[in-house]
């Protein structure tokens, strides 16, 4: 099982940015995805996540501002995050649960004041 983030970056409060996730080594189209992230001194939190149906669900603190979605073809899990904010600084990986907890390298989101 591969996972390969990628689209984070620097960018200013309010701002927007796209992550993608590509995987490889599973069914994808049968696989619930999902993001999570990790602020530094913190534990790694739920994000997002969409099922196999295209069900979402959101961490309430998000709610509203990202937007999770899947390319079946693609093989690609996607992470819509606008009107961001500096409490949204972490390294955001993708996650898919088989019979184990699979991760992504991650890619650091940072979002300046």
């Known amino acids: 099982v591969q996972l390969q983030a990628s689209g984070g970056g620097l960018v200013q409060a309010g701002g927007s940015l796209r992550l993608s996730c590509a995987a490889s080594?599973?069914?994808?189209?049968?696989?619930?995805m999902g993001w999570y992230r990790q602020a530094p001194g913190s534990e790694r939190d739920l994000v997002a996540t969409?099922?196999?149906?295209?069900?979402?669900t959101y961490a309430e603190s998000v709610q509203g501002r990202f937007t999770i979605s899947r390319d079946n073809v693609k093989r690609t899990v996607y992470l819509q995050m606008n009107s961001l904010t500096p409490d949204d600084t972490a390294v955001y990986y993708c996650?898919?649960?088989?019979?184990?907890?699979?991760w992504g390298r991650g890619t650091q989101v940072t979002v300046s004041s």
């Open positions: 996650n898919v649960r088989l019979n184990r907890n699979f």
């Open positions: 080594g599973i069914n994808f189209k049968l696989n619930t």
């Open positions: 969409i099922t196999s149906s295209g069900g979402t």
